[in-house]
């Protein structure tokens, strides 16, 4: 099977659903990755340490901002002239619209947020969440090359081997786009929930504690200051639910849920956390699930694998504390 991964960056730091993609294309046999933008030397050589055998690299100064018309058209092209049978890229924003474009260049489909993949002679034979993630489809792409976008962290990623090398292809970058890229500005940058071991979630609970003599927004702030303690000990990502992002109580970036960021961590502390359908689905696949809630009839805890019925103002605290002794930080 001949098969493309497309290594998805920002400015040359690279999404790592990335090199989960590549070692997912390994297991398939050899594997070519796809690098696009300006100055992605560096790219391209970690592309190699992570396990391509090829790098094909479309490097040009109208790559250098992320514009779709000219990535599909650019991917459109390399795959037109050479046939894949697969192409895998991490599930971003980027990618989501980068393959769909493509896609329907090549009168082929997508397969998008797959969490299983497996060769059924020559096909790929996908799973992936569906109906708010209450059920498991597997499904196939009838058509080539077959598109599939993997979630992050549903996939190990593979080791680094520092100093490896392989075949290094150039391809001309097709630049027609009716889009410009006048500038932006980075937000939120340190937010990274798609690829946290650890996240902690702050819910509506965070916001509720009457014995403090605070205002809802001030108890907000205290609460998300003691989960942002607690993420910080465990190297985690602070999250949150819709109530508290439209509550302008944390910016949406921080979301998990549907309307927000799907999530699979090691472990996933929900603090405050009611546990409503919207939000489970973002975070169900965690290896690892813990509630804490004054609540002990909250939904959250039938998903919880331990939970504990309590203030999180008092518990969280406690619990930084132990981590702190055990982790000896």
């Known amino acids: 099977m001949k098969t493309w991964v497309y290594i998805d960056h920002f400015n040359g730091e690279v999404v790592p659903a990335s090199w989960e993609a590549l070692g997912v294309g390994k297991s398939f046999g050899p594997v070519s ?11 391209a050589q970690a592309a190699f340490e992570f396990g391509a055998d090829e790098v094909i690299v479309a490097d040009d100064a109208a ?22 049978d697969l192409i895998l890229l991490p599930t971003t924003t980027r990618t989501r619209e980068l393959s769909a474009m493509s896609a329907i260049d090549l009168n082929t489909g997508v397969l998008v947020d797959v969490t299983v993949l497996e060769d059924n002679g020559g096909q790929i034979l996908a799973t992936r969440p569906v109906y708010e993630g209450k059920l498991l489809e597997k499904t196939v792409c009838a058509a080539k090359p077959q598109f599939v976008t993997l979630r992050a962290r549903a996939f190990p990623k593979p080791a680094r081997e520092a100093g490896r090398s392989g075949a290094l292809s150039k391809a001309a970058a097709q630049t027609a786009a009716l889009t410009s890229v006048e500038g932006y500005t980075a937000s939120e940058s340190s937010v990274n ?70 999530v699979s961590p090691d472990l996933y502390i929900g603090v405050g956390v009611s546990g409503a359908i919207q939000h489970i689905v973002g975070m169900r696949t965690a290896k690892l699930i813990v509630a804490v809630n004054k609540d002990a009839e909250a939904p ?29 930080k």
């Not at 990755?33 to 790219?43: E, I, M, N, S, T």
Request: charged share 15%; net charge neutral.
């Open 300 to 328: 959250i805890f039938k998903v919880a694998r331990y939970g504990v019925v309590g203030d999180l103002f008092q518990v969280l605290p406690a619990l930084t504390e132990a981590f702190k002794k055990k982790l000896g």
């Open 33 to 43: 990755a796809l690098v696009f933008g300006k100055g992605v030397d560096a790219v």
């Open 63 to 84: 790559l250098a901002d992320f514009r779709a018309e000219a990535f599909a058209a650019t991917l459109t092209a390399l795959a037109a002239a050479s046939a894949p």
């Open 193 to 262: 929930l798609a690829d946290a071991s650890v996240v902690i979630a702050g819910g509506r609970g965070v916001s509720n504690n009457p014995s403090l003599g605070l205002d809802e927004k001030a108890t907000a702030e205290k609460g998300f200051q003691i989960v942002g303690e607690l993420a910080s000990v465990l190297g985690g990502a602070v999250g949150a639910t819709r109530a508290v992002v439209d509550a302008g109580f944390i910016p949406y970036a921080h979301q998990v849920g549907q309307t927000g960021k799907v």
